[in-house]
């Protein structure tokens, strides 16, 4: 199938500790490869995306992903959270056809 | 760039009701999808179009639901008759599909509550 596998659907962790958001990805799917967040009653905004190069990704908030072939897996990290990363984190690729298809999604609940 | 810009932001229709929603994508854009995003299904790609022509329809729900693109600026989203389950956030994004530039970007969604 083509899919993209969000494997927490929510993650709640203390201010300043370190996170990691799982996304793995089915091997049908392209290897463009994104982050969006979602804060509360506000659209999609992209994070981060892989599209070829390095395979590590950096957004300007602090968060990096890895892309991970073998492992078929994209998983968004930050070393020390704030309040405000509080927020949905979704998982995004495109399938062959074009079709831009999320994961499930990732509540990161950040706690004082 | 204003970005994707959608309306109504918000839309509160009794069941029965026909329901438009609209979508501008962002200028020189030439692909445009609509998503549904609910508690319970997350996010659900709906339809989306290339070059104003619709590539994939197979996320709509019921023949209850239409899209159109009849230019590049402008698409609506349509459901007829309305029915409560419809209730849902829906969202519009854009890309310019080729040369590199992959992200879509998304407008601030219409919150439909149908009752």
């Keep these: ?112 | 760039d204003a970005g994707v810009i959608q309306s109504p932001r918000h839309e509160v229709t009794e069941m029965g009701q026909e329901v438009t929603l609209r979508c501008k994508p962002i200028s020189g854009h030439n692909s445009l999808f609509w998503y549904r995003q609910t508690m319970m299904r997350g996010l659900e790609l709906l339809i989306y179009f290339n070059n104003n022509v619709p590539i994939d329809d197979s996320g709509m729900p019921e023949d209850r639901f239409s899209a159109k693109m009849p230019n590049a600026s402008f698409s609506t989203l349509k459901i007829q008759p309305s029915e409560p389950r419809d209730s849902a956030v829906y969202f519009c994004a854009s890309r310019l599909q080729g040369g590199g530039n992959t992200e879509a970007f998304f407008g601030q969604g219409t919150r439909l509550t149908v009752v």
Excluded: M
């Design chain 1, 1 to 112: 199938a083509q899919s993209v596998t969000q494997l927490d659907s929510q993650v709640p962790v203390f201010e300043e500790a370190p996170v990691e958001l799982r996304c793995n990805y089915s091997s049908s799917v392209s290897v463009y490869l994104f982050w969006y967040v979602q804060y509360p009653n506000q659209g999609l905004q992209l994070l981060l995306k892989y599209l070829s190069g390095s395979t590590l990704v950096e957004s300007i908030n602090g968060f990096e992903a890895e892309f991970n072939k073998s492992q078929t897996s994209f998983h968004l990290r930050k070393p020390s959270v704030h309040i405000s990363d509080t927020a949905e984190y979704f998982c995004a690729a495109y399938n062959q056809g074009g079709k831009l298809i999320f994961g499930q999604g990732t509540e990161l609940s950040v706690k004082p």
